[in-house]
């Protein structure tokens, strides 16, 4: 029987460029397809960063390719290389499993012109067509929640109240989601951490019907936090609802919801070029049996998921919409306790004068 090719040769063989890149963005190694790409051998490109070889006309992709954990697929990219002309790839960016920071990226040229074929054409349709019937029913139940609005007493206000702002919040979530590939960050302002969180309590709670206990512990003096409320309320709902699906087969099923101010606490930001501090912290703990341990170093990825049904969006999200907003979230098992701990640290709201906020 003849012996199967090595991993080398079947990525010797690919017509597919296939680059290796380590955790400084640099070149580690390419496939012959892939020197043939850039025009170059390998012992030139060897040790060379990426961004002085090729040139995504989508800078975002740079920060991408910077923070090494963000899995890409991208149709259609303008790229630009050194005494080339300007060409459309189609690329995927993946992270290496195991070894933080190592990524591979492939490209080929791509057979649409002017940027998309029909088949991508119709892969932009889709969203847009399914997101306007999301939204359909959703203006009906916001036009049913106004009606009844007129003929419950003043107690009963704050329960239409509430389906009325989270459909709102939905559609713009869907908004979000439709220009996903092309939007920049949304805008941030000065928010309420307690309001946010009460809010996204609310919510959660008027959705479920168990005996969880959540105990809030919250720093009444905790200054205002930079960030978009509503990319937070939707952060915490996916917190706070994880956390009571995780500890519900617990004797005493409980989530603690607790605010503190960190004032050492600075994250290196090297997409953004600069330190950030990020002195305020917010953590959801809950005491399940905590995320399978085989996950654990990937719960943030997409389709990773500890649910039984679970499609593995919401903590990608969650994740997404913290860096969105220059903060940090860590994921932590204190298995001695039996606790799992949820913690995002963001940057603080700078008053007037600088001074921190009463």
């Known amino acids: 029987m003849t012996e199967a090719p090595s991993g080398e040769s079947q990525l010797a063989s690919l017509n597919l460029a296939v680059i290796l890149l380590d955790p400084d963005v640099k070149i580690a190694s390419a496939n012959p397809a892939a020197e043939q790409f850039l025009g170059l051998g390998m012992s030139r490109i060897a040790g060379k960063r990426l961004e002085n070889l090729v040139r995504f006309s989508e800078l975002r992709l740079h920060d991408w390719l910077e923070r090494g954990d963000t ?46 074929d029909d088949d991508a054409g119709q892969s932009v349709r889709t969203p847009a067509i399914l997101a306007h019937e999301i939204k359909n029913p959703l203006a009906a139940i916001r036009g049913a929640a106004q009606l009844l609005a007129r003929k419950l007493t003043a107690s009963e206000l704050s329960l239409t109240g509430l389906i009325v702002d989270e459909v709102d919040r939905i559609a713009k979530l869907i908004d979000r989601m439709q220009s996903l590939g092309r939007e920049q960050a949304e ?41 978009n409320a509503d990319g937070l309320v939707q952060v915490l709902i996916n917190l706070i609802s994880n956390a009571r699906d995780a500890c519900q087969s617990s004797q005493k099923p409980q989530v603690i919801i607790k605010t503190r101010f960190v004032s050492g606490f600075v994250m290196n930001a090297v997409r ?87």
């Open 71 to 116: 899995p890409i697929s991208a149709h259609a990219v303008s790229i630009s290389m050194r005494n080339q002309p300007d060409m459309r790839v189609d690329l995927t960016l993946s992270p290496v499993t195991g070894s933080p920071g190592w990524q591979v990226l492939t490209f080929q040229e791509s057979a649409s012109v002017g940027g998309l």
């Open 272 to 358: 953004l070029g600069r330190s950030t501090r990020l002195p305020i912290q917010v953590r959801v703990s809950d005491n399940g049996p905590g995320v399978d341990a085989a996950l654990r170093d990937h719960i943030f990825e997409p389709f990773v998921s500890s649910k039984k049904n679970g499609q593995g969006l919401g903590l990608a999200l969650v994740k997404k919409l913290i860096r969105d907003m220059d903060g940090r979230i860590t994921h932590e098992r204190d298995q001695a306790e039996g606790w799992t701990h949820f913690t995002i640290h963001l940057p603080m709201a700078k008053p007037a004068g600088g001074k921190r906020a009463a």
């Open 187 to 227: 805008p941030v302002a000065e928010c309420n951490l307690h309001e946010v969180i009460r809010r996204a309590r609310a919510v959660v709670g008027a959705a479920s019907d168990d005996r969880v206990q959540l105990v809030e512990e919250f720093d009444p003096s905790i200054p205002a936090v930079l960030g």
